[in-house]
């Protein structure tokens, strides 16, 4: 039987945001804190509402993301995540640049000998350098969401054959 559900986390408003937006003494508003509440409840309507903070490498960035999974039986699913940073940069004549980042993936489970686990079969990413910025990147983010959703998470094979991987039915 097919299920959706979040990955468990925290709720957005408890994060630590001066810790994974490098805060740097920008207040909420600079932080765009308004930009991605208005986005985590919108993505909380499309069931993903566990947040959780991460690091990532190769810049080991502190993240905040959220992860919704489709599950077809114990052994098969499609996962999609998303994931938020912001830093400071060095500017033209000293002066420092907020900017963020916003990353979201489809994945779904291996079925290759050897099993790798997961393979990233989509992904869409966004940076930009103000709170305007990161609003058109989130609507622009959920509009790819949700064509990913209608589309349909299950069955995860659908994804795997699009992206030339062995199927599951194959196993």
């Not at 957005?12 to 740097?24: G, K, R």
Request: charged residues 25%; contains cysteine.
């Amino acid at each position: 039987m097919a299920t959706c559900s979040s990955k468990s986390g925290t709720p957005f408003d408890e994060l630590p945001f001066d810790q994974v937006l490098d805060a740097s003494g920008d207040n909420r508003e600079a932080l765009g804190i308004g930009v991605l509440t208005s986005f985590a409840s919108r993505l909380h309507e499309r069931h993903l509402a566990g947040w959780y903070k991460t690091k990532v490498l190769p810049e080991n960035t502190e993240w905040i993301g959220t992860t919704l999974g489709a599950y077809d039986g114990p052994s098969d699913w499609t996962e999609i995540d998303i994931l938020v940073c912001s830093w400071r940069t060095q500017a033209a004549q000293g002066r420092s640049q907020r900017l963020w980042r916003l990353w979201a993936t489809l994945d779904v489970a291996c079925w290759c000998e050897p099993d790798h686990n997961i393979h990233r079969i989509q992904e869409v990413t966004f940076e930009v350098g103000s709170p305007a910025g990161l609003d058109q990147a989130c609507a622009s983010a959920l509009s790819v969401l949700d064509g990913w959703i209608a589309e349909g998470l299950l069955p995860a094979d659908s994804w795997r054959d699009r992206a030339g991987l062995p199927l599951r039915e194959n196993k």
